[in-house]
């Protein structure tokens, strides 16, 4: 080596230190947002969701039951729950940077659950809905804002074979970005609608045609997106599947993005026939339906996770049917209440349950989910519960059968059980689990 020859900079012990301090920083913050996400799942949402439930059993229908109460157990379920573990995993993935590793995520937090609160809060109760509505609303558009001025600063890997070569999108990041803009979008078509509300309306809630239309961007713009980008990303490590079909993806993704916009614009037969395709094609894209060339990635979990994330799709197909057969033949909401139950819960959630004891404790710093057995358990009682639930809301809501108003509360209680049994188990394994950042070997990484 000459006098001229740089010496190779290696990284100091304060160097390993200060990167472990970030990354132990990061964790604690995704730790909020799974604990924020696991509250408002249990509790604002399912609980009040079986509340809902019970009191349109006893009235085999709607009734007196206020509009509020429903909307309100959907917000604090997508935003509060599902809103919460997307952020807090966006977060995670960005690189630390300093200390915006802690302010900007936690700023973004605060505003985030506080604004979720207090809608759930004024839904229920009505107190000062038309102040609580936009303060709430706004919270959440800064939140989103705040977590956009985060996400822009994430720069895209360099080519692999062409230093000189643009950065190419991958198919699944495509995917997630378009489920963040139209969560964006939904935040703010929520932020002017309820100060439209807040100034003109009569009741703290949204006309029904004007919840349709959010419905729609809430589920097939925001839900359906951003599951189906995840899935991409992992499935074919954590399955043994092929690659995804990348012409099969783009045309799932746009066939999707048009029955979100027909929706949007309120012509909801097409909308549902758009979004129905695009279940279908998305299917086939992820190769759901070949054979594996090897066993699953199962360690630390329970081994039946493959069979549950067919399920989980096996129901987005169920549910795209229910949506054709709704947008045609629904009298009195049944229909679209059993094809939204099944996204919501038997895609939605499923793939959460699968899924989330396979990556969060891996990626809180915990080593081991806490117990395999009560993983299967909180699904097949999920499983069953939306079962019934979808069976039964077309039958009793639509007068087929009287027997089925019946059987609706033994499906929240199914259901109710399996979200505290899941809840519990990521609670324990994030108290209870052994921590990586204790020992000084390097935290191991999920595989994807």
């Not at 509790?43 to 007196?64: E, Q, V």
């Not at 509060?80 to 966006?90: A, E, K, R, T, Y």
């Not at 710093?365 to 979808?390: A, D, P």
Request: aromatic letters at 12%; charged letters at 10%.
């Amino acid at each position: 080596m000459t006098a001229t020859t740089p010496l190779p900079i290696l990284p100091t012990a304060n160097d390993n230190s200060a990167a472990m301090t970030r990354e132990r920083r990061k964790s604690l913050m995704l730790r909020a947002w799974i604990a924020s996400g696991l509250f408002y799942m249990a509790l604002p949402g399912t609980l009040l969701g079986f509340s809902n439930l019970l009191a349109i059993s006893t009235h085999h229908g709607l009734g007196n039951l206020p509009a509020a109460w429903l909307q309100g157990h959907g917000h604090a379920q997508v935003f509060g729950w599902i809103g919460s573990f997307v952020l807090g995993i966006g977060f995670y993935s960005q690189p630390a940077r300093g200390r915006s590793v802690i302010r900007l995520p936690l700023a973004c937090f605060l505003l985030w659950t506080a604004g979720v609160g207090m809608r759930w809060f004024s839904s229920i109760y009505g107190w000062h809905w038309r102040i609580l509505f936009p303060v709430s609303a706004s919270f959440e558009l800064i939140a989103i804002l705040l977590f956009l001025k985060a996400a822009s600063h994430h720069k895209l890997p360099d080519a692999p074979h062409a230093s000189s070569a643009k950065p190419r999108m991958e198919l699944w990041m495509v995917s997630v970005l378009l489920s963040t803009a139209s969560l964006a979008a939904l935040v703010l078509f929520n932020f002017v609608e309820c100060i439209r509300l807040a100034a003109h309306g009569t009741q703290g809630a949204f006309p029904h045609d004007l919840d349709q239309r959010f419905l729609m961007l809430m589920a097939w713009g925001f839900l359906a997106p951003v599951v189906w980008g995840f899935s991409a990303r992992w499935f074919h490590a954590f399955l043994a599947i092929a690659h995804p079909s990348a012409s099969l993806f783009r045309i799932a993704l746009l066939l999707d993005v048009l029955g979100v916009l027909c929706g949007v614009c309120g012509f909801a037969r097409t909308a549902t026939i758009l979004v129905a395709l695009s279940a279908v094609a998305i299917v086939f894209a992820l190769r759901l339906t070949q054979r594996p060339h090897g066993p699953a990635k199962t360690q630390g979990i329970h081994p039946s996770f493959p069979v549950f994330i067919r399920l989980a799709y096996a129901w987005l197909a169920i549910a795209s049917a229910m949506g054709i057969w709704a947008a045609y033949a629904d009298r009195n909401g049944g229909i679209w209440g059993g094809s939204r139950h099944a996204l919501t819960v038997g895609f939605a959630a499923t793939m959460v349950f699968s899924i989330a004891p396979r990556i969060l404790p891996h990626f809180t710093g915990i080593y081991n989910l806490f117990s395999k057995r009560l993983m299967l358990l909180s699904l097949l009682l999920l499983q069953t519960g939306c079962t019934l639930r979808v069976l039964s809301e077309p039958l009793a809501y639509e007068g087929m059968l009287q027997f089925a108003w019946k059987t609706l509360p033994i499906s929240g209680v199914l259901e109710l059980s399996g979200v505290l049994v899941f809840g519990a188990n990521i609670a324990l394994t994030m108290v209870a689990g052994r921590s990586a950042f204790a020992l000084p070997a390097a935290r191991p990484q999920c595989a994807a």
